[in-house]
């Protein structure tokens, strides 16, 4: 690159350096400067007489003799106090290394020396030329005018364990040395008049020829990091870099160099100006103009360029550069803020260099937002709107995306503005605002194919919101890639909506359903089941069977692979049937066929879905005769399933509306409802089935042979037969008393005497049987309680003789003690005390006697409930509340007398709503009053009196009506 070519800028203030009054400082006046360094907050200078002198930032120098004669070289360790010079104590001799500890003073305030060696090239004896310093102190290398490298390894500060090697020997002066560690591996570049070397010192000084010319001295530079600590050598022609390993880059900076300097990523060149300047000094001597050009290599401009008197030495120290000129005066270059330099190139418009110079500086981004804006600003102005574009990119997830948009919304920048989206996109900064507008651009543009790019495209990086974007391609008629969209990012909902809302692709879109796991494909069934119905009806159905029982989406195997394998077998998902009975509105014969597959596949389906099944079986059996006697079979069967879970009361009310006399008489036989089975048959007039509902379910509900005479009876045709065949049942059960078969019967005018003569005369003969059989037992019940009030009058005037020999509990003979009852049981003591509950009752009486003070304690409870019943039932407001009590308490249960007195005749049964017979209740008679007095002789005689020993009655105190 020429030197031409690069723009020249005052990115530096030159300055005089002043002392604290503001008078320049002179403080370097009459010292002969032979070297300078600086480092650790302090310029070092050596001086022709052997004296180092040490400038600190005050401007105060310190000074000390370090050699006899002078001193040449000069190296500050940068992070450590270590200070390396070379000079002479004696002329001749070979030159003299001291290392100085600027940390430790001696008495006088002046540095330690730490070492002391003498520099010995060969066997002759030769002047240092150059000289290095690695900052590890593990390394030291020198140079001398005869051409010869030693380098000193081990500690540099002390003699013991340092070892020095010559490892290069030429004919031509060592003009240069510089060290550079990268990756643990140490290499030295050597450079002389005529060449450049690198030599690795970790892998046995192995020697690399790098150029065959080289440079005078001072004229090399190692640069720092932002050039990867390449080697610069200056030459009249060119400036050129060098790696370990090879030449680098070569810039063309013509004239003839004197100085080179690394300063914070600059250059810094001292350079003979082409024309001679004299100027006379006060030795009477003349010295030349320098000039000092200062590069910025990365970014490729001059950022000063300025003559000054006989350049010596260039410093860089306190972060900034100076400038050591003939007359021993310090010239400051103080280095221009960023914000300042930046302005300077806006003002010239060079935002390509402001931005390569803030990146350098490691501007923030939001500084760079700022440069790439203005650029921005500046191309869009002069009508270059991709540059712009270009620029605003840039600035995308700083800069308000609508400062952008508001510039290009006019309709010929519509490329742009497409531009500029498309790179939000990507950056994942895109709103749904912005989507929107991306794609409209392109449906404005009909740009199929940046559609097709910006919707098919598999780079991860373009990010967008899906929902907008579909929306944008629905309403613009993009369907396609609207579908594409829907379908690759799970958007469900929006491509069935487009399937069959616009394209009316019903079968993709059941396919697409089927394909969508269990929740999924649970909800859009529901929610488009109707539509999919009508259009696709037979394969909605059998979607809706495999997402009723076991779903698997149709894209995954029956068996996967970790079931093969032996593992866990997948969830099985299904959904309730009964949910999407509602989709078959229109299409009767399809859920038909839905139900039967559910209810076969699985039984335990709730009693809705065989509900509706039924419901559909009588109803296409009321309107359509053609497949009658199937759908008859198939509402009979599903009735009669035991396993089936309809309710019985709805599946009734169906069969009643639909008139299905089967299913209603076979509901009615299932649930014991026989009254209604013969209010069906009376309804419809079906004799004989009347006669035969009662002789298959009479023994369950006799009842209904009272209901078919009163049906009967009320026939004003000729029913004789019936009638006769029923009284036969009512007599032969005792079912109603003669009298209310006779009124019954009055009501038929065709029922004459004849019917009920033989009735009422086996009637009569059987009450006429039963007074007298009633009045025996009483007669009976009358001498045993006479007897019982002797064997009492007895017991309780006479002596009883005791004469049982063995005990009634063990049947062994009796022994002393014994225990004795007037009722002849003996025992002995000890079976009597460990058999006999009390000790005042028999053991074996007491069961019999405990029985019949139950019934009279009974009879004692219950003899004031009649009269109490009906005195309550005369003054409460609601009578059915105090009957529905005393039901509740239990009063008008029965209680069954277990004696051992031969039965009464059964009980005369008859409709509830009659008058009861006169026939007594069946109970067993009591005890008679001689047997219950001898079974207990503890009894007294008002006990013996009781009433209910002289003559049994029902516990029941209100009698059978209740």
Avoid at 547 to 552: F, S, V
Wanted: with cysteine; net charge negative; hydrophobic share 35%.
């Amino acid at each position: 690159m020429a030197f031409l070519q690069w723009r020249r800028f005052n990115f530096f203030d030159k300055e005089v350096v002043k002392d604290e009054g503001g008078q320049v400082f002179d403080g370097l006046k009459g010292i002969d400067i032979s070297v300078c360094a600086s480092g650790r907050g302090q310029i070092v200078i050596g001086d022709y007489e052997g004296n180092i002198h040490f400038l600190n930032r005050n401007l105060e120098l310190s000074t000390f003799k370090a050699y006899e004669l002078r001193i040449t070289h000069l190296c500050q360790v940068k992070q450590q106090g270590i200070l390396v010079t070379v000079g002479d104590d004696e002329p001749g001799t070979n030159p003299i290394i001291k290392v100085w500890n600027l940390d430790k003073r001696d008495k006088a305030g002046n540095p330690t020396c730490s070492r002391i060696v003498r520099a010995v090239p060969g066997k002759e004896a030769s002047p240092v030329s150059a000289l290095a310093v690695h900052e590890n102190l593990n390394l030291m290398a020198i140079g001398f005018q005869d051409g010869t490298v030693v380098v000193y390894r081990g500690d540099v500060t002390r003699d013991r364990h340092s070892k020095s090697r010559v490892i290069h020997h030429t004919g031509s002066s060592v003009t240069g040395l510089a060290f550079r560690q990268a990756a643990k591996v140490n290499h030295l570049f050597v450079v002389t008049r005529d060449s450049v070397q690198s030599y690795n010192l970790t892998a046995k000084d192995h020697k690399e020829e790098l150029d065959a010319f080289g440079c005078e001295p001072r004229c090399s530079v190692l640069s720092d990091a932002s050039q990867d600590n390449q080697f610069v050598i200056g030459r009249p022609d060119a400036v050129y870099f060098y790696q370990t390993d090879g030449r680098g880059p070569c810039l063309v900076f013509e004239g003839e160099k004197k100085t080179l300097q690394w300063y914070r990523g600059y250059l810094v060149v001292v350079g003979k100006e082409n024309k001679s300047m004299p100027r006379p000094t006060p030795g009477g001597q003349s010295r030349d103009m320098s000039i000092v050009n200062v590069y910025d290599i990365q970014n490729k401009f001059i950022a000063y360029s300025a003559p000054l008197p006989d350049v010596t030495d260039v410093i860089c120290e306190w972060g900034s550069l100076y400038i050591l000129t003939g007359e021993n005066r310090l010239m400051q270059l103080i280095e221009k803020d960023i914000q300042t330099k930046l302005e300077m190139l806006f003002k010239k418009n060079l935002y390509v260099l402001a931005i390569n110079l803030a990146k350098s500086q490691h501007f923030d981004q939001d500084g760079l937002v700022d440069i790439f804006t203005q650029y921005g600003d500046q191309k869009y102005s002069k009508g270059d709107y991709d540059g712009a574009i270009n620029q605003y990119v840039k600035t995308i997830g700083k800069l308000e995306p609508s400062y952008v948009i508001r510039k290009f919304l006019d309709a010929q920048r519509i490329h742009n503005l497409t531009a500029y989206l498309q790179s939000l996109h990507k950056a994942q900064l895109a709103t749904e605002d912005h989507t929107t507008l991306l794609l409209n651009c392109y449906t404005k543009l009909k740009d199929t194919n940046k559609l097709d790019q910006f919707i098919y495209s598999k780079d991860k990086e373009v990010d967008f919101d899906v929902e907008t974007a579909i929306k944008v391609c629905r309403q613009a008629g993009y369907y396609d890639h609207a579908l594409s969209l829907a379908e690759r990012h799970s958007q469900h909902e929006w491509y069935l909506k487009i399937q069959l809302e616009d394209i009316k692709d019903y079968q993709k879109a059941l396919t697409y359903i089927s394909k969508l796991d269990f929740y999924e494909a649970e909800s859009n069934m529901k929610k488009y089941g109707k539509i999919l119905m009508s259009e696709v009806p037979q394969q909605t159905t059998e979607l809706l069977k495999r997402l009723c029982t076991d779903y698997r989406p149709s894209d995954i195997p029956l068996a996967d692979e970790q079931t093969l394998q032996g593992g866990m077998p997948a969830r099985i998902h299904k959904a309730p049937a009964d949910e999407f009975i509602h989709i078959f509105v229109s299409n009767s014969s399809k859920l038909m066929e839905f139900l039967e597959h559910m209810i076969k596949v699985q039984p335990s389906s709730p009693s809705l879905l065989y509900n509706t099944l039924l419901e559909l079986y009588l109803h296409d059996m009321a309107h359509d005769g053609s497949q009658k006697a199937e759908l008859d079979r198939k509402s009979m069967d599903l009735l009669q399933n035991t396993d089936a879970h309809y309710d019985v009361n709805q599946a009734l009310v169906l069969c009643q509306m639909h008139n299905y006399k089967a299913g209603i008489l076979y509901l009615y036989e299932r649930e014991r409802l026989y009254q209604q089975i013969l209010r069906y048959h009376m309804d419809h007039d079906e004799y004989v089935h009347i006669i035969n509902t009662c002789k298959k379910f009479g023994g369950q509900d006799p009842n209904l042979w009272v209901q078919a005479l009163a049906y009967f009876a009320r026939k004003e045709e000729n029913c004789r037969t019936q009638m006769m065949e029923v009284l036969q049942h009512i007599d032969r059960h005792n079912l109603l008393p003669p009298l209310l078969v006779v009124q019954t019967l009055a009501h038929n005018s065709t029922a004459t005497l004849a019917v009920v003569k033989d009735y009422i005369t086996r009637r009569l003969q059987q009450e006429n049987d039963q007074i007298q059989e009633d009045e025996r037992l009483i007669q009976q019940y009358r001498q045993e309680t006479e007897k019982m009030r002797s064997q009492i009058q007895e017991l309780k005037t006479s002596a009883k003789i005791f004469q049982v020999s063995k005990c009634s509990i063990c049947n062994h003979p009796l022994e002393l003690p014994s225990v004795h009852f007037l009722c002849q049981h003996s025992f002995h003591q000890h079976c009597f005390e460990g058999y006999a509950e009390n000790e005042t009752e028999c053991p074996v009486c007491m069961p019999e006697n405990r029985k019949i003070l139950d019934i009279i304690r009974a009879q004692e409870q219950h003899k004031e409930l009649h009269e109490q019943f009906h005195h309550q039932l005369e003054r409460a407001s609601d009578g059915f509340s105090v009957v529905a009590d005393y039901f509740g308490r239990g009063v008008f249960n029965k209680v069954t007398l277990i004696t051992d007195s031969p039965a009464a005749p059964p009980p005369t049964g008859g409709n509830p709503f009659m008058e009861p017979p006169d026939v007594k209740p069946a109970s067993k008679p009591a005890p008679k009053p001689a047997a219950a007095a001898a079974a207990n002789p503890f009894l007294d005689e008002d006990d013996a009196n009781n009433p209910f020993l002289d003559e049994p009655e029902s516990t029941n105190p209100f009698g059978d009506e209740f």
